[in-house]
Protein backbone atom coordinates (compact mmCIF):
# COMPACT_ATOMS: atom_id res chain seq x y z
CA UNK A 1 0.00 0.00 0.00
CA UNK A 2 1.23 3.68 -1.10
CA UNK A 3 1.50 5.78 2.27
CA UNK A 4 1.76 9.59 2.52
CA UNK A 5 4.87 11.21 3.21
CA UNK A 6 5.57 14.39 4.09
CA UNK A 7 8.05 15.59 1.95
CA UNK A 8 7.54 19.54 2.81
CA UNK A 9 10.97 21.26 1.81
CA UNK A 10 12.85 18.08 0.65
CA UNK A 11 14.56 20.79 -2.53
CA UNK A 12 14.81 23.47 0.40
CA UNK A 13 17.79 25.30 -0.94
CA UNK A 14 18.16 23.29 -4.13
CA UNK A 15 18.74 25.09 -7.51
CA UNK A 16 16.99 23.12 -9.97
CA UNK A 17 17.40 23.64 -14.18
CA UNK A 18 14.15 22.16 -15.92
CA UNK A 19 14.45 21.80 -20.06
CA UNK A 20 11.24 21.80 -21.73
CA UNK A 21 9.31 23.88 -19.11
CA UNK A 22 7.11 26.10 -20.85
CA UNK A 23 4.41 23.18 -21.45
CA UNK A 24 3.64 19.32 -20.46
CA UNK A 25 5.57 17.18 -18.42
CA UNK A 26 8.49 19.47 -17.89
CA UNK A 27 6.11 22.08 -16.48
CA UNK A 28 4.87 19.71 -13.92
CA UNK A 29 8.35 18.59 -13.11
CA UNK A 30 9.22 22.11 -12.33
CA UNK A 31 6.00 23.22 -10.34
CA UNK A 32 6.15 19.45 -8.30
CA UNK A 33 10.12 21.07 -7.48
CA UNK A 34 9.26 24.55 -6.81
CA UNK A 35 6.84 23.49 -4.09
CA UNK A 36 9.39 21.46 -2.76
CA UNK A 37 11.09 24.84 -2.10
CA UNK A 38 13.47 24.48 -5.07
CA UNK A 39 14.93 27.44 -6.81
CA UNK A 40 14.06 26.46 -10.39
CA UNK A 41 15.19 27.53 -13.87
CA UNK A 42 13.04 26.88 -16.25
CA UNK A 43 14.15 27.11 -19.85
CA UNK A 44 12.45 26.32 -23.73
CA UNK A 45 12.27 27.98 -26.98
CA UNK A 46 8.64 30.12 -26.50
CA UNK A 47 9.24 32.92 -24.02
CA UNK A 48 5.66 34.42 -24.07
CA UNK A 49 2.52 34.40 -26.26
CA UNK A 50 2.48 35.76 -30.07
CA UNK A 51 3.05 34.72 -33.67
CA UNK A 52 6.10 32.59 -32.88
CA UNK A 53 3.93 29.88 -30.17
CA UNK A 54 2.19 27.43 -32.59
CA UNK A 55 1.36 25.74 -28.81
CA UNK A 56 -0.09 26.29 -26.03
CA UNK A 57 2.42 27.09 -22.96
CA UNK A 58 4.90 29.92 -22.05
CA UNK A 59 7.33 30.32 -19.49
CA UNK A 60 6.26 33.29 -18.72
CA UNK A 61 2.59 31.72 -17.86
CA UNK A 62 4.97 28.68 -15.64
CA UNK A 63 6.90 31.40 -13.84
CA UNK A 64 4.31 33.64 -13.07
CA UNK A 65 1.98 30.07 -11.82
CA UNK A 66 5.11 29.03 -9.55
CA UNK A 67 5.65 33.09 -8.27
CA UNK A 68 1.74 32.63 -7.40
CA UNK A 69 2.65 29.95 -4.92
CA UNK A 70 5.50 31.50 -3.06
CA UNK A 71 8.10 29.59 -5.60
CA UNK A 72 11.24 30.52 -7.24
CA UNK A 73 11.70 30.75 -10.76
CA UNK A 74 13.93 32.04 -13.29
CA UNK A 75 12.84 31.24 -17.07
CA UNK A 76 15.73 31.35 -19.52
CA UNK A 77 14.77 31.57 -23.61
CA UNK A 78 16.54 28.92 -25.13
CA UNK A 79 16.90 26.77 -28.15
CA UNK A 80 18.68 23.52 -27.05
CA UNK A 81 19.39 22.88 -30.77
CA UNK A 82 22.61 26.34 -30.27
CA UNK A 83 25.34 25.57 -28.36
CA UNK A 84 25.48 29.40 -27.07
CA UNK A 85 21.68 28.75 -25.87
CA UNK A 86 22.75 25.66 -23.78
CA UNK A 87 25.73 27.35 -22.47
CA UNK A 88 23.96 30.37 -21.47
CA UNK A 89 21.30 28.81 -19.42
CA UNK A 90 24.06 27.36 -17.06
CA UNK A 91 25.76 30.72 -16.99
CA UNK A 92 22.31 32.55 -16.36
CA UNK A 93 22.06 30.07 -13.48
CA UNK A 94 25.23 30.43 -12.04
CA UNK A 95 25.20 34.19 -11.99
CA UNK A 96 21.63 34.61 -10.09
CA UNK A 97 22.05 31.45 -7.76
CA UNK A 98 25.78 30.19 -7.57
CA UNK A 99 24.87 27.10 -8.78
CA UNK A 100 23.21 24.17 -9.96
CA UNK A 101 22.07 20.95 -7.76
CA UNK A 102 19.70 19.21 -10.10
CA UNK A 103 19.65 18.73 -13.91
CA UNK A 104 16.78 17.41 -15.75
CA UNK A 105 16.66 16.75 -19.46
CA UNK A 106 13.05 16.98 -20.22
CA UNK A 107 12.79 18.92 -23.73
CA UNK A 108 12.83 16.85 -26.91
CA UNK A 109 11.82 16.65 -31.04
CA UNK A 110 9.80 13.56 -31.66
CA UNK A 111 10.03 13.68 -35.24
CA UNK A 112 7.37 10.48 -36.32
CA UNK A 113 7.53 8.87 -39.69
CA UNK A 114 9.03 6.17 -41.66
CA UNK A 115 13.01 5.99 -41.20
CA UNK A 116 13.84 5.38 -44.70
CA UNK A 117 12.22 9.21 -45.86
CA UNK A 118 13.61 11.00 -42.67
CA UNK A 119 15.54 13.86 -43.72
CA UNK A 120 19.35 14.62 -42.46
CA UNK A 121 17.49 17.85 -41.43
CA UNK A 122 15.41 15.98 -39.09
CA UNK A 123 17.57 12.99 -38.38
CA UNK A 124 20.32 15.19 -37.10
CA UNK A 125 18.13 17.65 -35.12
CA UNK A 126 16.50 14.48 -33.57
CA UNK A 127 20.03 13.62 -31.90
CA UNK A 128 21.46 17.04 -31.17
CA UNK A 129 18.35 17.74 -28.96
CA UNK A 130 17.70 14.70 -27.62
CA UNK A 131 20.99 13.15 -27.29
CA UNK A 132 23.61 15.83 -27.59
CA UNK A 133 22.04 18.68 -25.87
CA UNK A 134 21.74 16.56 -22.78
CA UNK A 135 25.40 15.70 -22.51
CA UNK A 136 26.20 19.25 -23.26
CA UNK A 137 24.03 20.00 -20.32
CA UNK A 138 25.65 17.82 -18.11
CA UNK A 139 29.35 18.36 -18.73
CA UNK A 140 28.57 21.91 -18.19
CA UNK A 141 26.63 21.61 -15.00
CA UNK A 142 28.78 18.76 -13.21
CA UNK A 143 31.87 21.26 -12.25
CA UNK A 144 29.01 22.69 -10.07
CA UNK A 145 27.53 20.03 -8.66
CA UNK A 146 31.38 18.58 -7.87
CA UNK A 147 31.71 21.93 -5.75
CA UNK A 148 28.54 21.53 -3.93
CA UNK A 149 29.36 17.76 -2.72
CA UNK A 150 27.14 15.71 -5.38
CA UNK A 151 23.57 16.30 -7.15
CA UNK A 152 21.18 14.88 -9.53
CA UNK A 153 21.06 14.54 -12.96
CA UNK A 154 17.65 13.06 -14.30
CA UNK A 155 17.11 12.31 -18.37
CA UNK A 156 13.71 12.17 -19.10
CA UNK A 157 13.26 8.67 -21.46
CA UNK A 158 10.29 7.44 -23.28
CA UNK A 159 8.24 4.19 -23.46
CA UNK A 160 8.97 3.61 -27.23
CA UNK A 161 12.49 2.26 -26.83
CA UNK A 162 10.57 -1.01 -26.16
CA UNK A 163 11.59 -2.82 -29.18
CA UNK A 164 8.89 -4.07 -31.74
CA UNK A 165 8.78 -7.75 -31.34
CA UNK A 166 10.71 -9.93 -34.12
CA UNK A 167 8.36 -11.89 -37.10
CA UNK A 168 6.27 -13.45 -37.24
CA UNK A 169 3.59 -10.54 -37.59
CA UNK A 170 0.86 -10.24 -35.55
CA UNK A 171 1.23 -11.28 -32.17
CA UNK A 172 0.73 -7.80 -30.92
CA UNK A 173 -1.54 -6.32 -33.87
CA UNK A 174 -1.90 -3.11 -32.01
CA UNK A 175 1.63 -2.50 -30.49
CA UNK A 176 2.86 -3.18 -33.97
CA UNK A 177 0.85 -1.52 -35.99
CA UNK A 178 1.99 1.50 -33.80
CA UNK A 179 5.13 0.92 -35.07
CA UNK A 180 4.54 0.68 -38.66
CA UNK A 181 2.15 3.70 -39.21
CA UNK A 182 3.38 6.11 -36.36
CA UNK A 183 7.32 5.68 -37.71
CA UNK A 184 8.61 6.23 -33.82
CA UNK A 185 12.27 5.19 -34.82
CA UNK A 186 14.25 7.84 -34.77
CA UNK A 187 13.08 9.34 -31.65
CA UNK A 188 12.99 5.74 -30.07
CA UNK A 189 16.50 5.23 -31.00
CA UNK A 190 17.46 9.13 -29.77
CA UNK A 191 15.83 7.82 -26.53
CA UNK A 192 17.72 4.35 -26.22
CA UNK A 193 21.07 6.29 -26.45
CA UNK A 194 20.20 8.79 -24.20
CA UNK A 195 19.01 5.82 -21.42
CA UNK A 196 22.99 3.80 -22.57
CA UNK A 197 24.64 7.00 -21.83
CA UNK A 198 23.02 7.88 -18.63
CA UNK A 199 23.62 4.43 -16.91
CA UNK A 200 28.03 5.28 -18.20
CA UNK A 201 27.63 8.58 -16.52
CA UNK A 202 25.93 7.21 -13.29
CA UNK A 203 29.24 5.08 -13.26
CA UNK A 204 31.76 7.66 -13.82
CA UNK A 205 30.02 10.41 -11.82
CA UNK A 206 29.62 7.50 -8.82
CA UNK A 207 32.39 8.64 -6.85
CA UNK A 208 31.39 12.67 -6.75
CA UNK A 209 27.90 11.33 -5.50
CA UNK A 210 26.16 12.78 -8.23
CA UNK A 211 23.28 10.30 -9.35
CA UNK A 212 22.15 9.92 -13.25
CA UNK A 213 19.15 8.40 -13.58
CA UNK A 214 16.32 8.21 -16.85
CA UNK A 215 12.56 7.93 -16.07
CA UNK A 216 9.99 7.69 -18.88
CA UNK A 217 6.07 7.74 -18.28
CA UNK A 218 4.14 3.80 -18.32
CA UNK A 219 2.33 5.77 -20.82
CA UNK A 220 1.98 8.86 -23.34
CA UNK A 221 1.43 11.94 -21.19
CA UNK A 222 -1.10 13.82 -23.12
CA UNK A 223 0.95 17.04 -23.31
CA UNK A 224 0.70 19.37 -26.17
CA UNK A 225 3.69 18.00 -28.10
CA UNK A 226 3.01 14.73 -27.97
CA UNK A 227 -0.81 15.07 -29.31
CA UNK A 228 0.60 17.52 -32.12
CA UNK A 229 3.27 15.65 -33.40
CA UNK A 230 0.53 12.34 -33.53
CA UNK A 231 2.66 10.35 -31.01
CA UNK A 232 -1.15 10.20 -29.32
CA UNK A 233 -4.35 11.43 -29.57
CA UNK A 234 -6.10 13.87 -27.39
CA UNK A 235 -8.90 11.08 -26.31
CA UNK A 236 -6.44 8.28 -25.70
CA UNK A 237 -5.86 6.60 -21.97
CA UNK A 238 -2.44 8.62 -20.58
CA UNK A 239 -0.47 8.87 -17.10
CA UNK A 240 -1.56 11.81 -15.01
CA UNK A 241 1.56 14.56 -15.24
CA UNK A 242 1.26 14.45 -11.80
CA UNK A 243 2.72 10.89 -11.62
CA UNK A 244 5.59 11.86 -13.94
CA UNK A 245 6.23 14.85 -11.29
CA UNK A 246 6.07 12.37 -8.10
CA UNK A 247 8.51 10.27 -10.05
CA UNK A 248 11.03 12.82 -10.83
CA UNK A 249 11.00 14.41 -7.37
CA UNK A 250 11.82 11.01 -5.90
CA UNK A 251 14.60 10.24 -8.33
CA UNK A 252 15.98 13.78 -7.84
CA UNK A 253 16.23 13.53 -4.01
CA UNK A 254 16.99 10.11 -2.81
CA UNK A 255 20.82 9.60 -2.09
CA UNK A 256 22.98 9.23 -4.79
CA UNK A 257 25.05 6.74 -3.52
CA UNK A 258 21.57 3.88 -3.56
CA UNK A 259 19.17 5.48 -6.08
CA UNK A 260 21.22 5.84 -9.36
CA UNK A 261 21.89 3.98 -12.92
CA UNK A 262 18.48 3.47 -13.23
CA UNK A 263 16.25 3.31 -16.19
CA UNK A 264 12.47 3.36 -14.49
CA UNK A 265 9.10 3.69 -15.64
CA UNK A 266 7.23 5.77 -13.33
CA UNK A 267 4.36 3.82 -12.00
CA UNK A 268 6.54 0.91 -10.93
CA UNK A 269 9.30 3.42 -9.67
CA UNK A 270 6.77 4.78 -6.95
CA UNK A 271 5.04 1.46 -6.09
CA UNK A 272 8.41 -0.38 -5.53
CA UNK A 273 8.94 3.31 -3.03
CA UNK A 274 5.46 3.09 -1.76
CA UNK A 275 5.20 6.70 -2.83
CA UNK A 276 1.76 8.01 -2.80
CA UNK A 277 1.19 10.56 -5.79
CA UNK A 278 0.82 14.12 -4.86
CA UNK A 279 -0.39 16.83 -6.91
CA UNK A 280 1.97 19.84 -8.26
CA UNK A 281 1.77 21.88 -5.67
CA UNK A 282 2.78 19.25 -3.06
CA UNK A 283 -0.51 18.45 -1.63
CA UNK A 284 -2.09 14.77 -0.88
CA UNK A 285 -3.76 14.14 -4.06
CA UNK A 286 -7.22 13.36 -1.88
CA UNK A 287 -7.20 16.93 0.07
CA UNK A 288 -6.78 18.14 -3.77
CA UNK A 289 -10.11 16.45 -4.26
CA UNK A 290 -11.53 17.71 -1.75
Known amino acids: MQQEQSMDGVLEGKVAIV ?64 PEDRA ?16 VNNAARGFYGP ?15 NLYAPIDLMQRVVPSMRNRGGGWILNVSSATTRMPGPAPWGRDERYERFHREKGPTIYASTKAALERMSAGAAAELSADCIAVN ?56 LARHGRAV ?12 G
Request: hydrophobic share 50%; glycine share 12%; charged share 20%.
Open 19 to 82: TGASRGIGVGIAKRFAAEGAKVVITARTGDAGRDAPLPGTLAEVAAAIRATGGECLPVVADLAV
Open 88 to 103: RIVDETLAAWGGVDIL
Open 115 to 129: TMEMSRKRLLLSFEI
Open 214 to 269: TLAPVEAVASEGAVDMGAIDATAGYEPLEQMAEAALLLCSEPPATCSALCVLSGPL
Open 278 to 289: RGLDGKPMAAMA
